[in-house]
């Protein structure tokens, strides 16, 4: 069996319970080493060949995992974060399903959920965000134009912006662009969730400067919204006056 495993967005005790097992009982493990804490690695039995995908082509990794599976192998596929999300996943799933291999994906903690945690913040405050816009700049790999940054920044919803880190400079000015205020709180959070997690709070207009002045290039989320700095409406969900299925609301005065 080849099973996708979330890895989490770093720390080594933030893999599912679920994936901690896989981990420890696989023959094989294929392991995003760019980005996955090599350190949950401690965790594999003594036997278990381990592979870093990072210096390997996708037809390399899908040999290892195809010719494992063949043999009758435990295979973890090891992503970072959940892998649904820029995971590159899909073209793995679908080489094996030509293959007619079963697998199965075990979800992950993703580091947009590791960010808030490092911020102490949440993401849909009532009257500030209901919605959350996760996406990146377009890189070496493109973004459809229909979800530019600029387009996306007219919600003004919640924003957390994966592999964008060395494009500040452009992704501030989108941001702006696309309705924004250049004062907008924002964030950095570098490494989410690792020993050396760093976050730095500023605002839109100043990202680029605040990551040259502290010397971040890459492995960093970017947060955006008035979320991180705002008054909000209270949750009607534990308002007194509030029924719910649970609890009856008191009567208005």
């Given at each position: 069996m080849i099973t996708f495993v979330g890895?989490?967005?770093?720390?080594?005790?933030?893999?599912?319970?679920?994936?901690?097992?896989?981990?420890?009982?696989?023959?094989?493990?294929?392991?995003?080493?760019?980005?996955?804490?090599?350190?949950?690695?401690?965790?594999?039995?003594?036997?278990?060949?381990?592979?870093?995908?990072?210096?390997?082509?996708?037809?390399?990794?899908?040999?290892?995992?195809?010719?494992?599976?063949?043999?009758?192998?435990?295979?973890?596929?090891?992503?970072?974060?959940?892998?649904?999300?820029?995971?590159?996943?899909?073209?793995?799933?679908?080489?094996?399903?030509?293959?007619?291999?079963?697998?199965?994906?075990?979800?992950?903690?993703?580091?947009?959920?590791?960010?808030?945690?490092?911020?102490?913040?949440?993401?849909?405050?009532?009257?500030?965000?209901?919605?959350?816009?996760?996406?990146?700049?377009?890189?070496?790999?493109?973004?459809?134009?229909?979800?530019?940054?600029?387009?996306?920044?007219?919600?003004?919803?919640?924003?957390?912006?994966?592999?964008?880190?060395?494009?500040?400079?452009?992704?501030?000015?989108?941001?702006?662009?696309?309705?924004?205020?250049?004062?907008?709180?924002?964030?950095?959070?570098?490494?989410?969730?690792?020993?050396?997690?760093?976050?730095?709070?500023?605002?839109?207009?100043?990202?680029?400067?605040?990551?040259?002045?502290?010397?971040?290039?890459?492995?960093?989320?970017?947060?955006?919204?008035?979320?991180?700095?705002?008054?909000?409406?209270?949750?009607?969900?534990?308002?007194?006056?509030?029924?719910?299925?649970?609890?009856?609301?008191?009567?208005?005065?």
């Amino acid at each position: 069996m080849i099973t996708f495993v979330g890895a989490g967005p770093g720390a080594e005790d933030l893999i599912t319970v679920r994936g901690l097992k896989l981990l420890q009982t696989a023959d094989i493990i294929v392991y995003a080493g760019s980005l996955v804490n090599p350190e949950l690695l401690n965790n594999k039995k003594e036997n278990c060949i381990v592979y870093n995908s990072a210096e390997m082509t996708l037809e390399e990794v899908m040999d290892v995992m195809v010719n494992g599976d063949h043999e009758g192998k435990e295979i973890v596929r090891l992503h970072t974060g959940d892998p649904c999300l820029y995971g590159a996943i899909k073209e793995q799933m679908d080489w094996l399903m030509r293959e007619q291999i079963k697998y199965e994906v075990c979800p992950g903690v993703s580091s947009f959920c590791g960010a808030a945690a490092a911020l102490n913040a949440e993401y849909t405050l009532p009257g500030i965000s209901q919605s959350v816009i996760i996406t990146r700049m377009a890189g070496r790999t493109p973004v459809p134009e229909r979800e530019s940054i600029r387009s996306f920044a007219s919600h003004q919803a919640t924003m957390t912006i994966f592999l964008s880190t060395g494009m500040l400079l452009e992704l501030q000015k989108e941001l702006i662009a696309g309705g924004y205020s250049p004062d907008t709180p924002a964030a950095i959070v570098y490494k989410a969730t690792w020993p050396e997690e760093k976050v730095y709070h500023c605002t839109i207009d100043s990202l680029a400067r605040t990551a040259k002045e502290n010397d971040i290039k890459k492995i960093a989320l970017i947060v955006v919204g008035r979320v991180l700095n705002s008054e909000y409406q209270r949750s009607e969900l534990y308002h007194p006056d509030f029924t719910t299925e649970f609890r009856k609301g008191r009567k208005e005065p």
